[in-house]
Nanobody, 124 residues
């Protein structure tokens, strides 16, 4: 089992920045591809970003490219999501997920463990 705990979400004005963190415990963190997803009220959960096991490769949804950066520190068992130039449409609950595989995926069903999420609200 892998336990994931997200933090860092809050209310921010449009154009502002936030850094989300996801702390993992329970298994060897570097064995897992990590991803961030988000879900807004009334909408399906959507892919935001993912990072390979040692951080060599990153992938982003088109809607966040250039504004959001995913990174990880395996020594701290933590994955981050740096979000800049935030827009009201970024408002959602953000979830961290872990995938026990070698390949990165943007499909939520392919992730094995999930955190409880952290709320990001961007005001206009």
């Amino acid at each position: 089992q892998v336990q994931l705990v997200e933090s860092g979400g809050e209310l921010v004005q449009a154009g502002g920045s936030l850094r989300l963190s996801c702390a993992a415990s329970g298994r060897t963190f570097s064995n897992y591809v990590m991803g961030w997803f988000r879900q807004a009220p009334g909408k399906e959960r959507e892919f935001v970003a993912a990072i390979s096991k040692f951080g060599a490769a990153t992938y982003y949804a088109d809607s966040v490219k250039g504004r959001i950066t995913i990174s990880r520190q395996n020594a701290k068992n933590t994955v981050y999501l740096q979000m800049n130039s935030l827009k009201p449409e970024d408002t959602a609950r953000y979830y961290c997920a872990a995938r026990y595989a070698s390949s990165v995926s943007y499909i939520s069903a392919e992730y094995d463990y999930w955190g409880q999420g952290t709320q990001v609200t961007v005001s206009s």
